[in-house]
């Protein structure tokens, strides 16, 4: 180890969150937390992006949480939004186009393929647009937590570096540094089986673009035509060979190319492969944290849970994860308030996204179970079954809504979070949506024009749904954080407050002044318990498009 020198030290106070890791999680925080007020900055430990990816979908409710950083027209411009998908059962191929699906209260009722390299590119040069570089080679070699702030040990490419700040984020992977300071568990353990990923081309070269699925006795292949160094990126899942595997969240050696061709025979894919730019095994494991939260360090993404590539829930989980996280941490800075005086706005945090983490960990488990398990049943299953009940698939994939449905379930768009802390169902109760819920995506009439609902709640801050009334209820003043919409097309009675992150926080029958102040304060938004939120040059301020005045 090298020696270590004097250590530079930031002014305390200078920085509201430290994001560890620059991954999808990383990035989204990061932009999460600047988005609502917080003073940012980024670093990881690797000097290059990682490469390559390995996440290649993003689900509707990503789309959704990264809508009011803007940039889901830059994701959507990288991206498949109308994938051919066809699926090998023994000899039969089952063809499907997974787009315009059943759901009619989102924006994005299609499956995504979008490599994660472009997810982290055009991320990344959001946070550039806003001012927030990317410190790449800079390490984290100690966090603490203090009464009044948490310090952090850097090592950068200019020495050693204290740094002091009001909250770590440790979005820093599987092997995550913040997480072993914090001296919080991860459980579980790891899978018999193990990825192949390759980019590759084929001899013959007018193989089509679509994406080829082959659930095949021994294990699971697909082909994406979404390779970043050839044509094709292959997915096969197998037995771990013998020997010691790979560490886990880093690239592991390069498969034989004698290998990759087994592999791809055994699917039943025909024509040689002409060349192979890059391989590596990926071993696999299954973890969750038993808490997300020590004082003021927080984990998320595969910080804080990791999974099998199955259903493709781990980078959408971590953006997820940060869209909750990065509103709250940037509340609860401007606050100026401990976090023993927040605890239940801080607590939200792992309590909602846990008990998400651990639903996506069952349905990744029994997923990758019927996927890909060397075990006799699955394999029988796969190899046997499946075959025998493919001509009934296409009657199957023609029910559009249930289709629909268990796209639904994987875009986790099901996600609510009626337990929490921060859901409030203040009386006289009215019908319809409930505290903790996911705002629908529905169309409203904004002065008469016909808008999409979340297009209306694409600023910073908390949002106040109203219906027009002739005369409208009196209202407290709710301060810069709050907009205050009037729309017409909202369902049932009464009002619904509108968390940063798109769920709803309260609901009432009534504008009731009390309960409105109560929830405010407890997610740190009332006025007189933080500073202005700072908006960047050349950026929207808090007020809503809906033309009611922020703060009425």
Known sequence: MAARGPAVSRTAGAL???????????????????????????????????????????????????????????????????PAAALHLGNHVVEERLADLALPDTSFPHLTL???????????????????????????????????????????PLGLEQVGCRFVAGCDGPAS????????????????EEVVLADLEFEDGDRDTGTHVVAGRRGLVFLFPLGESATWRMLATRRAPEGPAPVFGQPGPPVERCELDRLLRDAGF????????????????????????????????????????????????????????????????????????????????????????????????????????????????????????????????HRRRLVAQGVRTLSQLRIHYRGSELSVEAPPRPAGWRAGDRLPDLSVAVFGRVSRLHTQLATPGVHLLLRPQPAAPALPTLGPH??????????????????????????????????????????????????????????????????AATGA
């Open 114 to 156: 979008v490599r994660q390299a472009d997810v982290e590119a055009v991320l990344g040069a959001a946070l550039e647009e806003r001012g927030i570089r990317i410190e790449r080679g800079a390490e984290l070699l100690g966090a603490t937590d203090g009464a009044d702030r948490a310090v952090a040990e850097l090592r950068t």
């Open 270 to 397: 025909e024509g040689p492969i002409g060349e192979v730019a890059w391989s590596a095994r990926v071993p696999l494991q299954h973890r969750l944290a038993p808490t997300f939260r020590s004082g003021r360090l927080f984990l998320a993404g595969d910080a804080a849970h990791t999974y099998s590539p199955a259903a493709g829930q781990g980078m959408n989980a971590g953006i997820q994860d940060a869209a909750n996280l990065g509103w709250k941490l940037a509340y609860a800075a401007a606050s100026g308030t401990p976090p023993a005086g927040l605890r239940a706005l801080l607590d939200s945090y792992s309590g909602e996204r846990r008990p998400v983490a651990l639903s996506r960990l069952l349905l990744t488990h029994a997923a990758f179970w019927g996927e890909a398990s060397t075990a006799p049943l699955p394999s029988w299953l796969r190899g046997t079954v499946a075959p025998l009940a493919a001509p009934a698939a296409p009657l199957l994939l």
């Open 177 to 192: 540094t913040v997480r072993a300071f914090t001296g919080i568990g991860w459980r579980g353990g790891p899978y018999p």
């Open 482 to 547: 709050v907009t205050v919409h009037r729309l017409e097309g909202l369902p049932g009675e009464g009002l619904t407050l509108v968390r940063p992150d798109g769920y709803i926080g309260l609901r009432c029958g009534d504008a009731d002044p009390a309960a409105l102040r109560d929830w405010l304060r407890l997610a740190a938004a009332l006025p007189g318990l933080e500073r202005e939120p700072a908006v960047p040059e050349g950026e929207p301020g808090p007020t809503g498009p809906s033309g």
């Open 16 to 82: 509201d969150v430290l994001v560890v890791g620059a991954g999808p999680t990383g990035l989204a925080l990061a932009l999460s937390a600047h988005h609502h007020g917080a003073r940012v900055r980024v670093v990881e430990r690797r000097p290059q992006a990682f490469r390559p990816s390995r996440a290649l979908i993003t689900h509707a409710r990503t789309l959704e949480v990264l809508r009011p950083f803007g940039v889901t027209d830059a994701l959507l411009a990288r991206a498949d939004t109308a």
